[in-house]
């Protein structure tokens, strides 16, 4: 099951669930679809750091697929 850590998993145009810098304490999640991969590095342990459609940015902890 793809968890968002590896970069090679992330497409854009993929409807994923983030977690915002700002959520990151509560943990809320915000829908979306993925318009830029902004981490450079191939693996992320907290997930790899996506712009959605919308602007939003943070870092990936589900596939919808």
């Known amino acids: ?15 994923v669930e983030i977690v915002q810098k700002q959520d990151q304490r509560t943990g809320e999640l915000t829908n979306g679809i993925v318009k830029k991969i902004l981490t450079k590095s191939a693996f992320h342990p907290h997930g790899i750091k996506v712009m959605l459609e919308t602007g939003e940015v943070g870092r990936v902890k589900e596939i919808l697929e």
Do not use: V
């Open 1 to 15: 099951m793809p968890d968002g850590r590896n970069q090679d998993e992330i497409k854009i145009g993929l409807e």
